[in-house]
């Protein structure tokens, strides 16, 4: 089956700076690489999402890239808020499968 | 739409004893899914339903878990006797696209 790897675990940067948090995945079959934010004590909520034929993909501050080759792709956020402050998963899935496997999270947290 | 809905949102119960989780998807969403959350081991995907059939259940940790869709409506965890290391966040997600829609999550504590 898929697996997830997402690093860093933890990320801390200034508010105004950016922050990168990258994801790498085993499955050459998988094709949908979403991303969910979850707020401390609520609930995973989707906020950007890629499919494989696409490279990138921008909404407003938010970005996620792909490389199909090197199977990983990162979500990027610029000019941080503190309210950007959660924890960050990303996922894979294949076509058809319906079967979303995340990675571990990143916690990010930014600095006022 | 209210989304997804999950009872109750705490549970506390001692060792051994039998848990129920249960699971409101969003109508008509045809899939329904279970994760467990925990801060060794993140988002686990333990069972997932199509149209009420189990689909893939490799994620269940073992025989105490056992999940049912009895109907679109309703879904259910069970975890038989409960374990001290069962404790975690329970998570139940529906979607008729590729979107996840979660619910709030079932706090279990197995004392």
């Known amino acids: 089956g898929e697996n997830v790897e997402q690093h860093p675990s933890t990320l801390s940067v200034q508010e105004g700076d950016s922050a990168v948090i990258k994801c790498t995945y085993s499955?050459?079959?998988?094709?949908?690489f979403p991303w969910y934010k979850q707020e401390l004590g609520k609930r995973p909520q989707l906020i950007i999402d890629?499919?494989?034929?696409?490279g990138e993909k921008k909404d407003q501050r938010i970005a996620v890239t792909l490389n199909k080759t090197a199977k990983h792709f990162s979500l990027h956020i610029t000019e941080t808020q503190p309210e950007d402050s959660a924890v960050y998963f990303c996922a894979a899935e294949m076509y058809n499968n319906n079967d979303m496997r995340f990675g571990a999270g990143t916690r990010l947290t930014v600095k006022p | 739409d209210a989304g997804v809905i999950q009872s109750p949102r705490h549970e506390v119960t001692e060792m051994g004893q039998e848990v129920t989780l249960r699971c409101k998807p969003i109508?008509?969403?045809?899939?329904l899914f279970w994760y467990r959350q925990t801060m060794m081991r993140g988002l686990e995907l333990l069972i997932y339903f199509n149209n009420n059939v189990p689909i893939d259940d490799s994620g269940m940790p073992e025989d105490r878990f056992s999940a049912k869709m009895p109907n679109a409506s309703f879904s259910t965890l069970k975890i038989q006797p409960s374990e001290p290391r069962d404790s975690a966040v329970y998570f139940c997600?529906?979607?008729?696209?590729?979107?996840?829609?979660f619910g709030s999550g079932t706090q279990l504590s197995v004392l």
């Open positions: 997600a529906s979607s008729k696209g590729r979107q996840l829609f």
């Open positions: 109508s008509g969403h045809d899939y």
């Open positions: 890629i499919r494989s034929n696409v």
């Open positions: 499955d050459s079959a998988s094709n949908y």
